[in-house]
């Protein structure tokens, strides 16, 4: 297995890709690696990453940018690339990576990967570096379903390091796969199946439904008109809790430290300058804005109340669906330099996946085909909360 370079090994560097932190060694291990270690699997390496999974392009690295396999000229996804690279070159059988608002699902689209992002809770973040802590999760690449579900297998469960960790019995997740959908309910969100969509994807996504529905599942069309709210909502939450979290790298007690400076203060401004990539400081100015005096009831709280309204919605909705589909990303993936200097548009490549992090809920892109380009795409499949049975049952159908 390959690990992303913002989970802890042991005596290891852990990086991030960032400046800030090139030197770190970790002086532990994270509980998924105490758990994965235990299994007996063999670590090749820690793979390259959009710095603190901020990025949804793997570009915003000092490491440079993850290519993708399929045209190296193109994006790899982020922020989780590099573990979506090695698994899909052949160069490990699965790979970890986080989640925060698609880092998974999103790049296993673009290179072609079953990517797992479990429920909130369900996977211990002890020894994971914070990004917005209400959202982020371990997750896995793998080239199957029944692969993805071993893994989660393994590293689920409650940590007594992790207060977030649900203690929730973790099933044999492997056993679902080969279980026939006959008389499951799939429900089509209208709004995910909107303007924006390539209509490529689109069609592949409806193939797939259609096989679905001749193998005796309900297929049935909804709406879920706070959606369109997700993205706005993400990137404050986001935010906010990024500024909290970075605000530990200052240069005091490890990682990068500016020289020359000429007080604490200085030392602060140059250290956190020098070492922050163009991406994070960017985040990290927007979360300090929608948590100062005077913004924080307008934005971050006004955030919150709307998480709470998206999360009950999809809740609704799973009393009449076992599982949702959806496209996972709008496109497939882009040029590199494409979209890098265009802020809004990289985030919008994440208007698919945010709503299941917001939500706490599970969810997978299952990979389906190809363009016309000969680009993978896949369709992302959400369920509720501790219910990945259903991810790796239906992951495991389009397979076959």
Do not use: W
């Amino acid at each position: 297995m390959a690990i992303k370079d913002n989970i802890n090994i042991k005596d290891h560097k852990t990086t991030c890709a960032s400046k800030i932190l090139e030197s770190f060694i970790s002086p532990f291990d994270a509980t998924v690696i105490e758990k994965l270690k235990a299994a007996d699997v063999i670590f090749i390496g820690k793979t390259n990453m959009d710095e603190f999974a901020m990025g949804s392009s793997s570009e915003n690295s000092i490491f440079g940018a993850v290519k993708n396999p399929y045209d190296p000229e193109r994006v790899a996804g982020g922020s989780s690339g590099g573990s979506a690279v090695a698994v899909a070159i052949g160069a490990c059988d699965a790979a970890l990576g986080s989640e925060t608002g698609g880092s998974i699902r999103q790049p296993a689209s673009f290179t072609g990967l079953v990517g797992v992002k479990p429920t909130y809770g369900r996977v211990s973040r002890y020894g994971l570096v914070a990004y917005a802590s209400s959202l982020d999760q371990i997750g896995a690449f793998a080239k199957t379903s029944e692969d993805a579900a071993l893994i989660l297998k393994t590293i689920a469960g409650h940590d007594v390091h992790d207060s977030t960790s649900a203690a929730e019995p973790v099933p044999d997740y492997d056993r679902v796969v080969g279980k026939e959908i006959k008389g499951l309910k799939i429900g089509l969100p209208e709004e995910y199946f909107a303007e924006g969509l390539d209509p490529e994807i689109r069609s592949g996504i409806m193939n797939a439904v259609r096989q679905l529905e001749k193998e005796g599942a309900k297929i049935e069309t909804f709406s879920l008109p706070q959606t369109r709210y997700a993205i706005a909502t993400y990137y404050i939450i986001a935010t906010a809790e990024a500024s909290s979290n970075l605000a530990r790298y200052d240069g005091v007690r490890y990682g990068y430290r500016a020289q020359d400076a000429g007080d604490l203060n200085e030392m602060y401004e140059k250290t956190r300058s020098e070492g922050f990539g163009e991406e994070v400081k960017r985040r990290i100015l927007l979360g300090t804005y929608v948590l100062s005096a005077g913004y924080y009831d307008a934005y971050y709280k006004k955030a919150m109340q709307v998480r709470r309204l998206i999360k009950d919605e999809l809740n609704s909705a799973f009393q009449k669906y076992d599982a949702i589909i959806t496209p996972t990303t709008p496109t497939t993936a882009f040029r590199l330099g494409e979209k890098i200097d265009d802020p809004l548009t990289m985030y919008l490549m994440d208007i698919y996946t945010v709503t299941a992090n917001l939500a706490g809920i599970c969810a997978m892109n299952a990979p389906v085909g190809k363009n016309s380009d000969r680009l993978p795409f896949g369709l992302q499949i959400m369920a509720p909360a501790f219910k990945e049975e259903c991810l790796f049952q239906l992951g495991a159908f389009f397979e076959k």
